[in-house]
């Protein structure tokens, strides 16, 4: 299933796509405060986030965050922090 995530760093806001629960595709980027478009692809050409990195090295904090979002949606952080594995 496609879900469509939003992420937010340095000023600017990034629409990416969650393909089948594993491949990130940049849909556009956009200044966060008014909207206005910085960035944005066509169906066809959606990069994923390693192309996008290539693509636009400058915006390498927003790539960042939506790696990190991308991984937090993937596992979710645990909720039991207390618990701690133990090695026997």
């Known amino acids: 299933m496609d879900s469509v995530c939003r992420t937010e760093a340095d000023g600017l806001r990034v629409t990416w796509r969650l393909i089948q629960n594993r491949l990130i595709s940049i849909v556009a980027v956009h200044d966060a405060s008014d909207a206005s ?20 090295p400058g915006l390498a904090e927003l790539w960042d ?17 207390g618990r701690r594995w133990q090695w026997s």
């Open 37 to 56: 478009p910085v960035l944005s692809f066509g169906p066809a050409t959606y990069p994923d986030l390693a192309q996008a990195r290539e693509l636009h």
């Open 65 to 81: 965050a939506v790696r990190h979002d991308f991984w937090t949606t993937l596992i979710p952080p645990r909720r039991d922090k």
